[in-house]
């Protein structure tokens, strides 16, 4: 098959995510387990009301679609009606499927749906879904694209691979709700998605990100330089009026050099601009808090890894002092941690489950070691005999049982143990929106006087989030956490006195105006879900380069 579309620029693409509705147990591979919520899907789902749900985008096929000259239509989230109508109005050429690993099913449905639809187009499938050993026995496709996409699709429509990246403007979450309502939307007020680059050169055996853009020591940066970050997020800034960014890199602050430069640029500036971070512990501690805060970190995602594991980046008592000193400092965290690995056992994994609990995080997301196609661990585990046959691809992803065969564990108990650590989190600490609340308060606290105007113009925003909305939000959630834990919600009710201390006026007003509604939405949604409720993304259409009627 050729390497270049006889039409180069001129071709017609379509990109497009798999189709939906995904909450729901199906045929094509969707789980009700496996919704398009990121918080619900894998850190707060066991909060029930409290749980924060939104949309993320899909942003892969964004960026594609940013940087190509051929005329283009993303179609995010269709349904296969949506699908199969978009292929039957527009002549495509050339038609994108991303995908992921679990949704390979889907895959090979839509295939057959643009073979039959629309024959003259030329499939190309890309996403992690392409990491599959024999992929292309299982769907008909043109072409296979492993790794980065924008490069493979600007070569194929023979355009410039080398051009700069350019960044679209993309509003990071969708569609939020908490506490049973749906929040406004208004301009500004969602953080901006910003994708710096994607892989990680640490390459553990089990991250397939890692694995994907070429494994231990190579991921692909789609901008070097403090300076060129900068510039991206003063364009984004302009055009969605933002002030936070959802910074999605695996390990953004690894490259040290570049975030010093961009908080150097910042300074100049005076941007008071907020980051939410992935990051590995030990790159966290190349930085002195001080220079986190001034960088506006504001959210870091890292992984608690088992100090009795062999993947630890810190100790034990460092990663509890980590956690502590990052929180204190106003910086939520949210830590990860792996259940089943290879050490565990029966009589060890509740304790080392306690542990976790323990670090008492903001946000803590749970997953079962999973050895997934196209990682090391995979290709260890095969070699080992290990993996275990009859698993279905869509219940790969670590959210459900085993796919391996683990010296001590079972494949149900898997499950168990990691249901077991999301309950426990929450009924020992409370819903993730009080931890984050608390957060808050000591960074504002800390901050509120800080010499540089712009960390203080940060904390200042939190503060007005958290005497208005927020507090009355932990008023519903006192009353309603009685019932599972009376400890915790007493540790609410001095969050609210304190920070009734610090903004009575505000404090007393949201709590009456708001406090009783939130209290009775939260318990409505709770009826809600038990009934079995769940939600779906809307679909999107956007075209660029578009010429034709
Ligand atoms: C945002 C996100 C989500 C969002 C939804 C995104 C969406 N609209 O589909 C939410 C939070 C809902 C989500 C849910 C899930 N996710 Co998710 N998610 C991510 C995350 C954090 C970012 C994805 C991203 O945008 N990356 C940046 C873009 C630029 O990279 P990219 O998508 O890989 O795209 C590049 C290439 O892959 C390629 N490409 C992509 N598409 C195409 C298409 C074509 C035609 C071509 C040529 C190239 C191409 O080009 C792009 C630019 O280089 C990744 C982790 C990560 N760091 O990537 C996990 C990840 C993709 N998710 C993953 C998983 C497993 C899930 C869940 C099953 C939850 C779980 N149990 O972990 C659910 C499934 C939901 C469902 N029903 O489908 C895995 C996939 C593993 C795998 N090997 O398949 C990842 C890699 C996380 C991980 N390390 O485990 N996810
Ligand atoms: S540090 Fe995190 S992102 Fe990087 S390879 Fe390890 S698990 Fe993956």
Redesign the pocket.
């Known amino acids: 098959m050729n390497l270049l579309h006889p039409k180069k620029s001129s071709a017609r693409v379509l ?1 497009s ?2 189709f939906g509705p ?1 909450a729901q147990d199906d045929e094509f591979g ?1 789980r009700k387990i ?5 918080f619900h ?2 850190v707060t789902r066991a909060q029930g009301s409290f749980s924060l749900r939104m ?7 964004m ?2 679609q940013a940087n190509i000259a051929a005329p283009c239509t993303v179609l ?1 989230f269709p349904t296969r009606e949506a699908f199969a109508r978009e292929l039957a109005e527009y002549q495509y050429d050339v038609v ?3 995908s ?4 390979v099913r889907k895959v090979r449905e839509m295939c057959r749906m643009v073979r039959e639809l629309s024959p003259q187009s030329v499939i ?6 392409a ?1 599959i050993p024999g992929l292309d026995k299982m769907i008909d496709a043109d072409h296979i ?1 492993r ?4 490069s ?2 600007r070569r194929y429509l023979g355009e410039d691979e080398h051009a700069p990246v350019k960044h679209p403007a993309i509003v990071s979450g969708l569609n939020t709700r908490v506490m049973g309502l749906r929040l406004p939307e208004r301009k500004g007020e969602t953080a901006a998605t910003l ?1 710096p680059s ?1 892989g990680c050169p640490m390459g553990c055996n089990f ?3 890692s694995a ?1 853009f070429g494994g231990k020591g190579k991921f ?1 940066n789609f901008y070097d330089t403090g300076d060129e970050l900068f510039d991206v997020m003063c364009q984004i800034e302009a055009e969605l009026g933002v002030h936070s960014f959802f910074i ?1 890199d ?1 390990n953004f602050l690894l490259h040290r050099e570049r975030a010093l430069r961009l908080l150097a640029r910042m300074k100049e500036a005076g941007k008071s601009w907020e980051f939410s971070v992935f990051s590995s512990a030990n790159a966290i501690r190349k930085y002195t808090m001080q220079e986190l805060v001034e960088l506006g970190v504001s959210w870091i995602w890292m992984g608690l890894e088992s100090p009795k594991s062999g993947y630890s980046k810190l100790k034990g008592a460092d990663i509890a002092t980590l956690t502590h000193e990052l929180r204190a400092h106003g910086i939520r965290v949210q830590g990860s941690t792996i259940i089943g690995l290879e050490h565990h056992t029966p009589a060890n994994i509740s304790e080392e489950i306690e542990h976790a609990v323990g670090y008492d995080t903001d946000f803590h997301q749970f ?1 079962l070691y999973t050895p ?1 196609p ?1 990682t090391p661990l995979y290709q260890q585990m095969s070699e080992e005999g290990r993996m275990l046959s009859g698993v279905d691809l869509a219940d790969i ?3 459900y049982k085993f796919n391996f065969k683990h010296a001590a564990i079972s494949r149900d108990d898997s499950k168990r143990f990691l249901d077991f650590a999301f309950s426990r989190d929450f009924e020992r600490n409370g819903p993730s929106l009080y931890r984050m609340c608390q957060t808050m308060l000591q960074g504002w606290k800390r901050y509120k006087d800080h010499p540089d105007a712009r960390v203080r113009e940060r904390f200042e925003r939190h503060r007005k989030a958290l005497g208005s909305a927020y507090n009355a939000a932990l008023w519903a959630m006192e009353r309603d956490f009685k019932k599972i834990n009376e400890t915790v919600s007493e540790n609410i009710h001095v969050l609210r006195e304190q920070i009734k201390k610090e903004f009575p006026v505000v404090s007393r007003l949201s709590t009456a105006a708001l406090g009783p509604i939130l209290l009775w939405s939260a318990r409505r949604e709770e009826k809600r879900l038990a009934k079995g409720k769940t939600y779906e993304p809307p679909t999107f259409i956007e075209r660029t380069n578009w010429v034709f009627e």
């Open positions: 990109l995510s798999v995904y969707s496996n919704p398009m919520e990121l899907n894998q949309f993320h985008r899909s942003w892969g096929i960026m594609i995010d994108g499927i991303s992921i690993i679990i949704n190309v499938v890309g996403g992690h879904v990491a694209v790794g980065e996409g924008i493979w699709m994708i994607v991250c397939t990100t994907f692909v999605m695996e997953m997934v196209g992803h670590g959210q």
